[in-house]
């Protein structure tokens, strides 16, 4: 059973803008901190950003910060990931994910999505 759901994934010219949404269909959305990952062909998946539960306290990547903004809006069960001023290296299979902890790690994820495709063209 898929509990979280991507969508906003695309193809889309270096500069551009894309936004990602995760539908949660659990009902305990607002109980959880949410979070993105990444994977690029060939490389090993990687945390982009994340919302803590607790007081929506944002984490990203030093490679997304200033560019990337996480959001949730815990009425709609829903996670957004806003993704500005994209480039090449921004090309990958994008995974919404959540676990319990405050913090959001590989190591700690209880729920992943399917991921949704984002490839950024010159």
């Known amino acids: 059973q898929v509990r979280l759901l991507e969508s906003g994934g695309g193809l889309v010219q270096t500069g551009g803008s894309l936004r990602l949404s995760c539908v949660d269909s659990g009902q305990t959305f607002s109980y959880y901190t949410m979070g993105w990952f990444r994977q690029a062909p060939g490389k090993e998946r990687e945390f982009v950003a994340a919302?803590?539960?607790?007081?929506?306290?944002?984490t990203y990547a030093d490679s997304v910060k200033g560019r990337f903004t996480i959001s949730r809006d815990n009425a709609k069960n829903t996670l957004y990931l806003q993704m500005n001023n994209l480039n090449s290296e921004d090309t990958a299979v994008y995974y919404c994910?959540?676990?319990?902890?405050?913090?959001?790690?590989?190591?700690?994820?209880?729920?992943w999505g399917k991921g949704t495709l984002v490839t950024v063209s010159s």
């Open positions: 994910a959540s676990g319990l902890q405050i913090g959001l790690s590989l190591k700690n994820v209880d729920y």
């Open positions: 919302i803590s539960w607790l007081r929506n306290e944002t």
